[in-house]
């Protein structure tokens, strides 16, 4: 009759321990197939707003036009490349349907950057909208900034 009980408590222990690891594996299969943790968008994304913040800072809308003339060093030229780049690589990746709302807002800032650095090239000859759309662009690029910072994007 002991021998039964001892029998039974064991083989009870060893179920729970067997169910146990049986659980964490079907865990660890839902969060893989489903995508969970850091994926190669996530880190991509990461390393576009790094580099958003790191053009930006230079931009200060108090001084439009000498600001935005430094989007055109060289340092921050290369930074531009790079986020080039890394838009594009955002939009190939980008599968569900909030990846796709970041692409947009991602495709959104870049372009903004974009006509800020056209702005600074082409200065002298700019159009009285061209000139009151880089108050806007920088205004929106400063609560960008802040989004980013404040961890809402």
């Known amino acids: ?21 049986i659980f964490a594996l079907m865990i660890l299969i839902i969060c893989l197939l489903a995508g969970c943790g850091d994926n190669q ?15 930006t800072d230079v931009l200060d809308s108090k001084e ?20 080039k780049d890394m838009v594009s690589k955002l939009n190939n990746e980008a599968s ?13 800032y870049f372009d903004g950057l974009e006509f ?3 702005a600074a090239k082409n200065k002298d000859n700019l159009s009285e909208d061209e000139r009151g759309r880089i108050a806007t662009e920088l205004t929106l690029v400063e609560m960008h900034r802040s989004s980013i910072k404040r961890g809402e994007v």
């Open 1 to 21: 009759m002991k021998l039964i009980k001892n029998i039974s408590k064991e083989g009870i222990t060893m179920v729970i321990k067997n169910f146990k690891i």
């Open 64 to 83: 439009p036009f000498s600001s935005i003339q430094k989007l055109n060093n060289d340092p921050v030229l290369k930074e531009f490349d790079e986020i």
């Open 41 to 55: 968008f996530d880190k991509d994304y990461s390393k576009f707003k790094e580099s958003y913040l790191k053009i």
């Open 116 to 118: 800020l650095q056209y």
């Open 96 to 108: 569900s349907k909030s990846e796709k709302r970041i692409c947009d807002n991602v495709t959104k």
